[in-house]
């Protein structure tokens, strides 16, 4: 296990007033510190899109205890490289929890999260994770579970909404019959995560379904996938792996000459994608977008930017920076509004406060409730033109109880 243990100072100013804090009778001590553990995949097979993660909630740390901490008292985050690996996931929450008593962490994929989600649940740690599944969404099961994204679930229920309603429209051929769509995942729980739902929303829909078929997260070849579906010849396909192997799916799919059209989940589509996939991305490769680009011109953008200058002003970043800064920052707004000590229950009560919480267009208005832990129901729809990713248009799907969930 490699970890990066980032200790986060205070300016002098706050270090005096810590050193020299007075405590009224009967007034809970204020923590010296607020520990907040990290599980990263910063070396695994979603390492792609989790190194810029990470490095955006490490400067997010560090932005947060800049600007004053939690109410005066900083934060440490503990950054730990699981590699994407559940056995090793298990064993550094256990170590997070055990020697440094973490009451949230700040966590990374859907096996491990899913795999930890009840023993966190049991042992009252607030869990944010960068897995958008929708088996975490629901209180009544996994209650201490928050994540920012769009649910993979409800970003596929949209991906679906705009298949059937423009099927004319990017194919005038299919006018007098139904919409064949394929659906492409890798065989993890990533992957799997959202495919009941979409499959279920595209038959209510009126949607064919073609065969699945599985491409792993670090496939250099999707031909013979490819070559697998080309008989059913679907007008579009979903594609649910990470920037990678989407990029490895388009190049073989122009090199095979498909006509189908790819719409493509989150951590599939980003910057990096018209350069790795080329020409082969151009008009084929559309994506669901629950944050803004880096750099976008949107308010929450400038402390990023400002952070960025300060800290790396060489680097170059994704969206992915955007969600991990994101994230924190929704933990930061929750951590001022905790009532009496740092605890997971209370931080648990806290995040369940937030209504239409405003990230200054970094993602559609947070919000948590008792009984809803789904953070949003919009998000956008880009594709890939001449090189670069130009807006398509906004989506939204209905906040259904029975979406709760799954």
């Known amino acids: 296990m490699k970890r990066i243990h980032i200790v986060l100072k205070l300016s002098s100013i706050f270090a005096v007033l810590f050193a020299f804090v007075f405590i009224a009778p009967g007034e809970a001590q204020k923590p010296k510190v607020i520990k907040v553990g990290g599980i990263f995949d910063m070396t695994g097979p979603t390492s792609d899109v989790g190194k810029d993660y990470a490095q955006g909630a490490v400067d997010a740390a560090r932005y947060i205890n800049e600007h004053g901490g939690v109410h005066g008292i900083p934060i440490e985050l503990l950054a730990n490289d699981y590699g994407y690996k559940i056995p ?7 170590n997070l929890r055990d020697a440094h008593n973490v009451q949230i962490i700040q966590g990374w994929g859907t096996g491990d999260t899913e795999a930890l989600s009840k023993t966190i649940n049991e042992e009252k740690v607030v869990y944010m994770s960068a897995s958008y599944s929708s088996h975490l969404n629901d209180p009544s099961k996994t209650p201490y579970n928050f994540f920012v994204g769009t649910s993979y679930s409800d970003a596929i229920r949209m991906a679906m909404k ?49 065969p699945d078929q599985n491409v792993a997260l670090t496939a250099l070849d999707a031909t013979s996938q490819l070559l697998s579906m080309k008989g ?41 994608l018209p350069k790795l996939a080329g020409p082969a991305a151009d008009e084929r490769a559309y994506g669901m977008v629950p944050f803004a680009f880096w750099g976008e011109n949107v308010p929450g953008m400038k402390a990023i930017m400002e952070a960025h200058r300060k800290y790396h002003p060489n680097d170059t970043h994704t969206i992915r920076y955007v969600q991990g800064w994101t994230t924190m920052m929704v933990m930061w707004e929750a951590l ?27 993602c559609a208005p947070i919000t948590f409730t008792p009984d ?26 209905a906040r259904e109880k029975r979406f709760i969930g799954w």
């Open 88 to 94: 090793e996931a298990v064993k550094t929450y256990k």
């Open 232 to 272: 059913f010849d679907p007008d579009w396909a979903w594609v649910g792996g990470t920037t990678m192997s989407t990029a490895t799916i388009l190049k073989d799919a122009a090199k095979l000459g498909l006509r189908t059209k790819f719409i493509i989940n989150n951590w599939g589509f980003d910057e990096n």
């Open 336 to 362: 001022k509004r905790v009532k009496g000590e740092y605890t997971g229950p209370n931080i648990k009560a806290a995040l369940e406060t937030l209504r239409n919480f405003d990230t200054g267009g970094l």
């Open 372 to 397: 809803d832990h789904r953070p949003n129901v919009k998000e956008k729809i880009y594709k890939v033109s001449n090189g670069k990713l130009v807006f398509v248009k906004d989506v939204e799907i």
């Open 162 to 210: 705009y298949v059937n309603e423009t099927i004319t429209e990017h194919f005038p051929e299919a006018k007098g019959r139904k919409p064949r769509v394929v659906f492409i995942y890798p065989d993890v729980g990533y992957g799997r995560a959202p495919i009941p739902a979409g499959k279920a929303f595209a038959q209510e829909l009126g949607i064919d379904i073609g």
